[in-house]
């Protein structure tokens, strides 16, 4: 199975400042279409997980702009530009590339 | 919009089983593959199974194989997990989940929770 760490584990912020969570894959996300599955998902306390990003840097829909995704090959990263108080909750990372899918282990935003 | 409501988890012995369903409204669910993702109580996400909109095509991880199964009723857009020999471990939060792709699912139901405990 493909593994997928993230760092840190917890994320301690102060509101306005910026915020960037690593996640990395054990083997390569590119699919045989070209497409690189890797998304973000946002899960605030006692809520079920909604995605924010996918294919690396897609932002869905209502997700506000402060929230980035980049990177390649095995490296990704989330990036909050300025965390407001809603943003608390834990983050995954997950590949959506070769079965089973996995999610890294989450990690914590919480507000400083 | 879409909905997913799950249903029917509860109580249940080990060695027992269960069955879930998912009740999908506001797309057309015959064009979607649906999935079943599992947390378990204050931990992480797992990927359990995914079905093909047709029903021809299922996929499951490891830790579920030859226990748990999943269909669907296109006729009534309802997505099910049938469990069976329940562990401790089984416990957790089940999410129906589905989206353009099954690779990138945006929408997730609110979970049923099933707990396995003598």
């Known amino acids: 199975d493909v593994v997928v760490t993230q760092s840190p584990l917890s994320l301690p912020v102060t509101l306005g400042q910026p915020a960037s969570i690593s996640c990395r894959s054990s083997?390569?996300?590119?699919?045989?279409?070209?497409?690189?599955?890797l998304n973000w998902f946002q899960q605030r306390p006692g809520q079920s997980p909604r995605r924010l990003i996918y294919?690396?840097?897609n932002r869905d829909s209502g997700v506000p702009d402060r929230f980035s995704g980049s990177g390649s090959g095995t490296d990704f990263t989330l990036k909050i530009s300025r965390v407001e108080a809603e943003d608390v909750g834990v983050y995954y990372c997950?590949?959506?590339?070769?079965?089973?899918?996995?999610f890294g282990p989450g990690t914590k935003v919480e507000i400083k | 919009q879409v909905q997913l409501v799950e249903s029917g988890g509860g109580l249940v012995r080990p060695g027992g089983s269960l069955r879930l369903s998912c009740a999908a409204s506001?797309?057309?669910?015959?064009?979607?593959?649906m999935a079943w993702i599992r947390q378990a109580p204050g931990k992480g996400l797992e990927w359990l199974s995914y079905?093909?909109?047709?029903?021809?095509?299922?996929a499951y991880a490891d830790s579920v194989k030859g226990r748990f199964t999943i269909s669907r009723d296109n006729a009534n857009n309802l997505l099910y997990l049938q469990l069976s020999s329940l562990r401790a471990e089984d416990t957790a939060m089940y999410y129906c989940?589905?989206?353009?792709?099954?690779?990138?699912?945006?929408?997730w139901g609110q979970g049923t929770l099933v707990t396995v405990s003598s």
């Open positions: 997950m590949q959506g590339t070769h079965w089973p899918f996995t």
């Open positions: 083997q390569g996300l590119v699919y045989s279409d070209g497409s690189t599955f």
């Open positions: 506001g797309l057309t669910f015959s064009d979607y593959y």
């Open positions: 294919k690396i840097s």
């Open positions: 989940v589905t989206g353009d792709q099954v690779r990138q699912p945006d929408y």
């Open positions: 079905i093909r909109g047709d029903g021809r095509h299922t």
